[in-house]
């Protein structure tokens, strides 16, 4: 079974521009999170859809933004690019069944430099 | 601000046992995940842990108390591939809430 993947890999942008990024998680996997990497803050939620809705959302500015397809496979967006948001942005996919706990697939990450 | 803690940066000898501490104050609470992540590659799962008392995994090991908020990592026989961050996280009203990782050098 294949992997959460994400695109691009590697993203290089200036400030105030926008960026989208892609997520296609595990098959069957209806539950993907997004979450910002950096070395001074860590692993930080951004947001969780399932079934093409918003379920959870962490505490980032309005310019994070992101949505999910009816084939699980997710987006998110950052507008008005600041240098701060340069981070490694990793996806992770979960079955989220009612009961279990969720174990989270993580991708492999976009890395992300604003200049 | 972060409520789970775990120290920056530990060292260890090759063939040693090392114990990685984690404290975590939450009012909702589902679990508590382990996860590594070797430098420029995603986390991967270790364990999980929902009731009090310790998991054991081959070399690995997690320990929990929910009445005092910490979870412990124990890695036996160590290699040096095991040198990597750690990363703590509780499973609560977000899907997850990640420590900032402890860097784990493993020497010879």
């Known amino acids: 079974k294949a992997g959460v993947t994400q695109t691009p890999r590697y993203l290089i942008k200036t400030r105030g521009q926008q960026v989208t990024l892609s997520c296609s998680p595990i098959?069957?996997?209806?539950?993907v999170s997004w979450y910002q990497q950096t070395p001074g803050q860590g692993l930080q939620f951004l947001f969780e859809?399932?079934?093409?809705?918003?379920?959870n959302k962490g505490n980032f500015p309005g310019r994070f933004s992101g949505r999910q397809f009816s084939n699980s496979r997710s987006e998110m967006n950052v507008s008005t690019l600041e240098l701060g948001d340069s981070a490694l942005y990793l996806c992770?996919?979960?079955?989220?069944?009612?009961?279990?706990?969720?174990?989270?697939?993580f991708g492999p990450g976009t890395r992300l430099t604003v200049l | 601000g972060q409520n789970i803690d775990q120290p920056t940066e530990m060292t260890a000898t090759e063939g040693a046992i090392v114990q990685i501490n984690c404290t975590y104050q939450?009012?909702?609470?589902?679990?508590l995940f382990w996860y590594q992540q070797h430098a420029g590659e995603a986390p991967t799962f270790l364990s999980y842990?929902?009731?009090?008392g310790l998991e054991e995994k081959g070399r690995f090991s997690s320990f929990l108390s929910r009445s005092k908020g910490y979870s412990y990592l124990l890695l036996k026989e160590l290699q040096m591939k095991d040198s990597a961050s750690y990363l703590c996280?509780?499973?609560?009203?977000?899907?997850?809430?990640f420590g900032k990782g402890t860097r784990l050098s493993v020497i010879a």
């Open positions: 992770a996919s979960s079955l989220s069944r009612t009961g279990k706990y969720n174990e989270q697939f």
């Open positions: 098959s069957g996997h209806r539950s």
């Open positions: 859809y399932f079934s093409e809705t918003q379920r």
């Open positions: 939450t009012s909702g609470f589902n679990g």
């Open positions: 842990n929902v009731l009090d």
């Open positions: 996280a509780y499973s609560g009203n977000t899907p997850l809430v």
